[in-house]
């Protein structure tokens, strides 16, 4: 078992982006993760990758400098580069969601040429008045400059592929995206899909909708 997991196709190393303390190693986002890469199953049958899984090099409560790896991510499929930052960023993030009253968190990370901005759907006693994450992400990288969402990072309670934003939310990132930008969409259970923007809203009302003399 030892030499198969560590003779994979694929590796992939996972760096601190700031120099600390690790305060918090979360089995539960670890689980997620290594399900995500083959080492477990969702469903019962499905298959599981003997070669894929996450080798832990630093323990809570160490000291830890900017770019040093914190764990090793091993599949015999190609491992995208970003995978195990944003997927490990959208786990964090949702906690900070505020649904009181649906208990149904989501949390959203948009990329733009101006950074990656954050966000969590944040409920009311007066439901029209809650905003969705994607909203709230959008809003914050536009309030800083940004103009262009190239891809967006999404993760929800739904425990299988529909966590997908709604149709308010598709409506304003297509205001800034373009059709084949990406969504990606996480799950619980590890699973990510990845769809375009075109996929989710087709035929997207734009401001190339106008008439040219309004533009």
């Known amino acids: ?13 996972v760096h601190a982006p700031i120099s600390g303390i690790v305060k918090i190693l979360s ?50 499929s190609p491992i995208p580069p970003n995978l195990a930052q944003q997927y490990l960023a959208t786990i964090s ?23 990656e901005f954050e966000g969590v759907n944040v409920e009311n006693a007066v439901f029209p008045l809650a905003l969705c994450a994607e909203r709230v992400a959008t809003f914050s990288a536009i309030t800083k400059g940004a103009r262009n969402i190239r891809q967006v990072h999404l993760i929800t309670d739904s425990t299988d592929k529909t966590g997908t934003p709604c149709g308010s939310c598709r409506q304003v990132l297509a205001e800034f995206m373009d059709p084949s930008a990406k969504i990606n969409v996480y799950s619980v259970s590890g699973e990510l899909v990845t769809y375009k923007h075109s996929d989710l809203l087709p035929h997207a009302f734009t401001k190339k909708s106008f008439p040219k003399e309004n533009k």
């Open 1 to 13: 078992m030892r030499n198969l997991l560590f003779h994979p196709k694929n590796q992939l190393e």
């Open 27 to 76: 089995a539960k986002a670890i689980g997620e993760l290594s399900v995500r890469l083959g080492g477990g199953r969702v469903r019962k049958g499905e298959p599981i990758d003997m070669q894929a899984g996450i080798l832990i090099r630093r323990r809570t409560g160490e000291h830890v400098k900017a770019g040093e790896t914190l764990a090793t991510l091993y599949s015999s």
């Open 93 to 115: 993030l949702q906690k900070q969601a505020y649904a009181s009253y649906s208990n149904f968190r989501v949390a959203a990370i948009v990329e733009t040429e101006q950074g």
